[in-house]
């Protein structure tokens, strides 16, 4: 008696192991499915900040390591009232350093630096230069 047709592709698709083959892509597309799904929950979720940021804050910052200051150029700027200040040093990291003080009177400026760097007022008064704009 000869064997149906169907048969010898049946037993062709078993010898290929196709009860290992034929589920790979519905288990492939359930992956692809839920990783999709699980991605749009987490980036549609909205997360409530209890803590706002100030970016209008100032911070005052303490040097503890002294700097070896080489030279400092002040630009006094009397329109706007104020003072910008470059320091610079002989540090290998940090070479410059600016500062902008709300004064424009030289005395207030050199306590300004004095107090900012923590250096002696002498000090600041040897190594400061002065340009005054309008």
Known sequence: MARPRWSRWLQFLINLKVEFWLPLPLIALFFWLSTGWLTHQVLSYTYDTTAQLNADSKHQIQ????????????????????????????DSVLK???????????????????????????????????????
Do not use: C, H, W
């Open 63 to 90: 040097f503890s390591v002294s700097v070896a200051v080489m030279s400092i150029e002040a630009l006094i700027e009397r329109r706007a009232k104020l003072t910008e200040v470059k320091i610079y040093t002989a």
């Open 96 to 134: 410059q350093m600016e500062f902008e003080f709300p004064v424009t009177e030289y005395a207030q400026i050199d306590a300004a630096i004095a107090q900012a760097l923590g250096l002696p007022l002498p000090t600041v008064k040897q190594l400061i230069r002065y340009r005054i704009e309008n």
